[in-house]
Every structure is written in C-alpha cells, then in structure tokens.
C-alpha cells in the first residue's frame, strides 16, 4: 500500500455507551503523525439494529473520496466493523484494527445482561455481545489485535475473571482472539485506556500502515 497521506483515510467505530469523541487522543496521533484524514462514525449503541449500524457504516466508508480505507474499532465497534464487511460492496482496500474487541463472546455483557434492567442497558448491543457463534476473520483485509492486560474498569465486577486470567477490566484476552487475524498484540492498558495510550496510538498507525505491529 503505498498511498500518499492525501489518499488515506481512517474510519474509527467506537463501543459500547461511547459517542466516538474519547478517541481525541488517537485521532491526533492519526493526523498529524501520519497525516492521514480521520472520520468518527457515530451511531447508537443501544438503540439501532446491527443491521443498520452496519448498512450505515457501509454508506460511509463508500461515501470516502479516498484510495485507501482503514479501519479501527474500540470494544463493540471491532464487532460492528466485522459486521459491516460482511455485506460490503465496493469498498476502497485498507486493513483494520481492534481495540479490545470481545470477538469471541463478552462475559461482562453476561453478567449485565442477567441483571434487572441489563436488555435496557444493552439494548442492540447484545445481538452481537453475546452472540455465542465462534466467529473468524475470513475478509481480506489484515487484521491487527490490540489487547489490554492492566485490570482497571468500573464494569470489572461485571466480568468476573479468575486471578491469573489477563484482562483489561472489562474483556480478557481470550476473548479478544479471533482466529484467522494477522497479528495479535498486548500491551499494559485497560479497557477504556488503550484509546489515550501513546503506545496504542504508535502500534494503531503501525499496523494500518505496514500490516504488522
């Protein structure tokens, strides 16, 4: 992929309750570390189908007057991304990124879910959150994993980890490998975290750039 700056935009998909405007700290490194355009897609998380959140991001990145796409999803947004391809048409090449992705299955949505009010809160979140079907990376587009081993979250009891099992306080690393991604990467962060990380910021614009980390 060898684009000029001009020619590459960057599509971030945020998670879960998230607006998209916390990722203020990975966008700056985006565009002017690397120079390459950025677009927040925003959508609801609780209150839209999957189905067109995913119609709704296609629109978008087909709406890109640009050569190269590359996408980066936050949690849910990894999922969302994953979704999207799967009716894409048309799309520019690029690669994708997932920041703490529960691509195999969230044991915090398990536990929210059990409780009385948790369908409200997770509202059609949960199509794909607890979606227990395996899931595997069959796009062509590589895949770069970032996961997080710091276990700091206000949703931690939610997840109910054993003692040893890395995690980010909200998802283990287990749950983040998807089986068919080209690399996978952690690194001392949590859950919300990795999205003001230098370090996440400098590995993100690695692997969109070279497809490694």
């Not at 849910?76 to 992705?101: D, K, N």
Request: net charge negative; charged share 15%; aromatic share 8%.
């Amino acid at each position: 992929m060898s684009d000029s700056a001009e020619d590459v935009a960057v599509v971030f998909v945020h998670g879960l309750w998230m607006t998209g405007l916390e990722s203020f700290a990975l966008r700056h490194h985006v565009v002017h570390g690397r120079g390459w355009s950025w677009r927040t897609f925003q959508y609801s998380s609780v209150g839209q189908s999957h189905t067109d959140v995913a119609a709704a991001l296609d629109a978008t990145v087909r709406s890109l007057s640009a050569s190269s796409v590359h996408l980066v999803g936050h949690s849910l947004g990894g999922l969302i991304i994953q979704r999207a391809l799967e009716q894409a048409l048309g799309w520019p090449p690029g690669r994708v990124v997932f920041l703490g992705t529960p691509s195999l299955g969230s044991r915090a949505a398990e536990q929210l879910h059990a409780l009385p009010f948790g369908d409200w809160l997770l509202g059609h979140s949960a199509e794909l959150l607890l979606d227990s079907a395996r899931r595997q990376w069959r796009f062509d587009r590589e895949l770069g994993i970032v996961a997080g081993t710091y276990p700091v979250s206000v949703g931690k009891p939610l997840a109910q980890f054993a003692a040893d099992e890395p995690n980010d306080g909200l998802v283990s690393v287990a749950e983040t490998r998807l089986p068919g991604a080209t690399a996978h990467l952690t690194l001392p962060v949590s859950h919300t975290g990795m999205l003001f990380s230098p370090d996440v910021a400098r590995q993100v614009c690695a692997f969109l750039a070279t497809g490694r980390f």
